[in-house]
């Protein structure tokens, strides 16, 4: 059980503190609404970042802990101005614009499942119920990422409700954007798998909490990592088992690991990987995180990006450009996310 999203406000007998997201979804399933109700009124951080309760129960109490966080940063601001508080306060703005947006033809409803100011600040939103969705994907975001770049991020898991949206009319994704834990915000601290670590322990949690609180037939679940993003997911993947469907490393510098076989998934568990040709990941020796998941040797199914902006002669035409255009509608990238995310493999 992961309580990384918030921290408690207010006691609430009976929850299995040391729990499994399972027994925490057992526990849950057990009271009565109106005791369900009153835990989420009394410790709303607390019931929004366990892992095992229903989404919607989850997005009730995260939005309570939203309004407490708004209130208090906004009065924090009027006191004391701060440029840095002044960004927190406008990606606030904007997960609260996503969140209370209705729901269309294109984009089903967003649910908060997680939100925390704590460290470098934490948010999950979710496009979609995943507890009833037909396909799941956790998007997992790299160095630089925060609380303050969350719209940024938001973009990208539209980019893929669109793209699926095209390819098929019949099924039902849940698109969900993690920012679960605190990213490296530098190279320096991306050289180290110090929050990898962390992070993963945390991911695994969250999708374990995903499968405990299904509504009908299992889904198909995927998790893209992009650059150190992948690299959680790989710790997440090689200290215990991780149950999902596919594996996706996008722009990866390593994913800890030699081999995909030192990854614990389910046995008809697929692991994909693409980096784009003029990426600068590539740059990144096999002593920081491992070999690139792209390399013959790993053991993944590699598929094509477009190959992105050219860099410098010094950079061997590599470019941090390319590194973040995988979501360009109508790129090569996006068209294989969506595909897998559907079960189909890459195009």
Known sequence: MAVESGGRTGPVDGIPAAGSPAEVAGWW???PAEERDAAISADPAGIGALDGVPTVDRDRANRLVFDAEYADVTAQQRNEPDDDRAAVIRAMDAIKRYIDSEATRARPRAFLVGLSREGRGRAII????????????????????????????????????????????????????????????DLLESASDDRAVVGGEVLRSFQDGLRATRDGERSYNTIIGYSY??????????????????????????????????????????????????????????????????????????????????????????????????????SDSLRNFAAIILGRGPL
Do not use: M
Not at 127 to 141: E, F, K, S
Not at 234 to 255: E, M, N, R, Y
Not at 300 to 308: K, L, M, R, W
């Open 126 to 185: 979710a496009t979609g119920d995943p507890d009833t969705a037909d396909n799941v994907v956790t998007n997992v975001q790299g160095t630089g990422t925060n609380l303050k770049t969350v719209r940024s991020e938001i973009d990208k898991s539209d980019a893929i409700v669109d793209r699926v949206g095209q390819l098929s009319r019949r099924t039902n994704t849940s698109t969900i954007t993690w920012l679960g834990y605190d990213a490296p915000q």
């Open 229 to 330: 993003g992948s690299t959680v997911v790989g710790h997440a993947a090689s200290q215990a088992p991780l149950d999902v469907d596919a594996v996706v490393c996008v722009g990866s510098p390593g994913v800890g690991v030699d081999h995909v076989s030192e990854l614990q998934l389910p046995e008809s568990g697929r692991v994909f990987a693409t980096t784009a040709e003029n990426d600068v990941i590539r740059l990144t020796p096999d002593f920081v995180h491992g070999p690139q998941p792209i390399d013959d040797d790993f053991g993944a199914t590699v598929f094509e990006s477009d190959p992105g902006a050219d860099g410098e002669w010094f950079t061997a035409g590599l470019s941090t450009e390319a590194h973040s255009q995988y979501w360009n509608t109508d």
């Open 29 to 31: 399933r057990g009271l």
